[in-house]
């Protein structure tokens, strides 16, 4: 196993602009991070090992043609009598609806998501990834326990919730310190999940605005589509009417027009959401295995970790875990949704923390050496 990776060159690579590149680099490095942090927990996912993937999977585009595809669902087939709508008929919700789908272009809504994704993976990377490799710096080759020492390295975050406090990384960090030297299985395996989901925590929260970016990526708000709607119904008349609709706006009174606007938008938004959670927010397993993040989990906890007694894992779960001690309803169907998101993540670290498939390496020997060289490599990465 090579050298781990150590804060000076987190550093560097967070400061790579070309996303494409840096991306490659982030995955490979979240890598050999696990693997030092596995040398000293055994052959077991740690919080890098999940962060390798989700990282790659980050790093994937999707095809336009699926997408387009997807949209179509999204809005069903066209009205034909779409321009022609009065008051009272029923084609008033489809004109809306090709006035969105004439607007929202699936070029743009990928090029956002791609961007805001980009984003998160740097800004995590950048946070969590150095405080990794600031922890095995200090502590990968420790012989014995340092209890000051690690309250040392403990105290260097920065206490309270996220998202500015780093308080589950405080908490997370010593948990992994104490399960350096715990030798009964069952209680180390419970140390790894509660330190795990720990910075899952942190980092969803971190994540958020990100995320909620990328799945709103392209959509307008009412204000930026209600003009169009407006002139698209009524060519002639459609400034009187708009108008009118902002000055009722602006006192606070929805006109019933704007509230079929945002209506139609809102589903509009929650469908491309749902969508991009789909399509965006699939994670890929070694073995060109994935999970579908809008899916119940179809796995199972490993026997170490089917009973939980670890008091403070169990104060965790209860947080973020709605149906305990099972997978039902597991899959977040609206991946803005930071509850849901929580949730699929506790069940994922749990079921799969023991599957040491997710140890494989992301990229073949002859890809990591190019990626460490600051080569983007060719073929399928």
Known sequence: MPNPPTPVQI??????????????????????????????????ANWCTFATWASKQAGQTIRQEDLKKGLEHVWGPPAENSRNWVPGDDSKEEAIKKVLRETISPEVILHHASEAVAKGNKKVFEEIGLEFARFIEWFGAAQAADARKIDHFVQSLRPGPPPVGQGYLRQAFATYYQAFWETDHKKKAELLLLA???????????????????????????DKIASKVVYALFPKSGWWIHTGMSLLGRLGVASPLSKKIRLVLDTIRLKIRTLLTRYLMTLGLPGGKYLLLGADLKASYPESL???????LLALLSQVDPTPNNLAESGAVDWANLSDRLHYIADLFRCYQENEMLLDPPFTATQQEEIKRGVVPEGEL
């Open 306 to 312: 089917q009973q939980l007694k670890n008091p403070e």
């Open 11 to 44: 550093q560097a690579i967070s400061e790579e602009t070309n996303p494409t590149l840096r991306n490659l680099q982030i995955t490979q490095c979240y890598f050999e991070l696990s693997g030092a942090m596995t040398q000293r927990l055994g052959q077991s």
């Open 196 to 222: 795990n989901i720990g910075i899952g925590f942190h980092e969803q929260t971190r994540l958020q605005p990100e995320i909620a970016e990328a799945l709103n990526a392209g959509i307008p708000n009412l």
